[in-house]
């Protein structure tokens, strides 16, 4: 029997604490720069509403089965599945560029491989080990909306329990998912890494990621 009906929900909202938090975090909340102003993202003309609700509902079908098969696949099966299906998704690079921010730029290449590494990981625990179990969830695509700055976001929720999640997306990938419309995600990780990289350069970020990831592995 697959988790009751306020798991996916209550799971998710769990993998992002600063709910709690909000105050802070949306103190600080990413409003992203324009492409001129952060060194190595140059943004293409926003992505249209077709193609990107495609990548977005390819995801959801990967994560659905994930979620069916659940119990045979365990946490290692979800997290290979999910492996691929989050470097196509996701952009990772720009994710991590910004949220080590200014410090990004002084950062040799090989350190900032690692951070994008670490960071690939973490994206696939939250998800596995997150949706792990299925109840007739399902996940709608409600609507396709500018997100400025050559961005669009396509708005979702997940089904029956309401949840909805806005994927900031450009130049084809993800950059950015907000939680019930207006909660960064990025927001949050750029407060609670910026910090430590700052503190204890790129091998504590590292770290911090990697223990993170390992907190929810499973």
Sequence with gaps: MGPGPMTVRSRYVSSHSFLLRAGAALAIALALPA?????????TPAWSASPA???????HNTLLSNMKQAASLGYAGRAKRLEGIVKRTFGIQTMAQLICGAEWA???AADRTAVVK?????????YASRFDGYDGES?????VKDGGRNTVVVNTEIRPQGVKLGYRIMNGKVIDIYLNGSISQMAQWRAEFSSVLKQQGVKGLVQKIRANEKQLAR
Excluded: P, R
């Design 53 to 59: 609700e495609t990548m977005i509902e390819q995801f």
């Design 35 to 43: 492409a001129a102003s952060i060194s190595g993202i140059t943004a």
């Design 106 to 108: 002084n950062m040799s």
């Design 118 to 126: 670490a960071l690939e990981g973490w994206i696939v625990a939250n």
């Design 139 to 143: 996940f709608v695509i409600t609507g």
